[in-house]
């Protein structure tokens, strides 16, 4: 579930190639302000469970800025919203710990269990934004072992990125068959 078009089409994107079919829903669902992810995807799934009423996932990612001990995390959204691409890479990108973590968990609610899934990807904030900046942080967030932003790799980014690797995780769950 999602309203954010350019993650539905990275979802289906790396799902699609896994042979699993995505029927995105735009439901709004309000979300927990706080920087336990868990917490927030858990009452994410559950609130999306109640409204849709079928087995579903839902996903978060965030930032985790080794420089503020992890913190967006969580509220990596509202952080986002506020600093926006240019003023976010002044305060990280020119620090000599810019160092950065991209975290993707995955909520999966079938009706009975909840199941989580994680994918996490290291990387540094460039000093200025590169590539499209209409994803959100992918104009800021260079990954380890590369020189481009997510944002200048383009498809490349589906084949690497921790949404990639959670979603991997989630698929073999799916493919295995649910405990």
Not at 55 to 75: A, I, Q, S
Not at 84 to 90: G, N, S
Not at 122 to 146: A, I, L, N, T
């Amino acid at each position: 579930m999602s309203g954010n078009r350019y993650k539905i089409d990275e979802v289906t994107k790396i799902l699609d190639a896994l042979g699993i079919t995505v029927i995105p829903l735009d439901v709004k669902i309000q979300e927990l302000q706080t920087k336990d992810v868990q917490i927030l995807v858990r009452d994410k799934v559950l609130k999306a469970f109640d409204r849709i009423g079928r087995p579903l996932f839902v996903e978060h990612t965030g930032l985790y800025l080794d420089k503020l001990n992890g913190f967006p995390g969580g509220l990596t959204q509202v952080f986002w919203d506020t600093l926006q691409a240019d003023r976010f890479a002044k305060l990280f990108g020119t620090i000599r710990t810019n160092a950065i973590e991209a975290r993707t968990i995955i909520g999966y609610c079938d009706g009975r269990l909840i199941e989580f899934f994680e994918g996490s990807i290291r990387g540094r904030v460039p000093e200025e934004p590169r590539g499209p900046s209409r994803f959100q942080w992918d104009c800021v967030f260079v990954p380890d072992g590369h020189t481009e932003t997510f944002a200048e790799m383009g498809d490349l980014k589906n084949e690497i990125s921790m949404r990639k690797l959670a979603l991997e995780k989630f698929a073999a769950y799916l493919t295995k068959g649910a405990k």
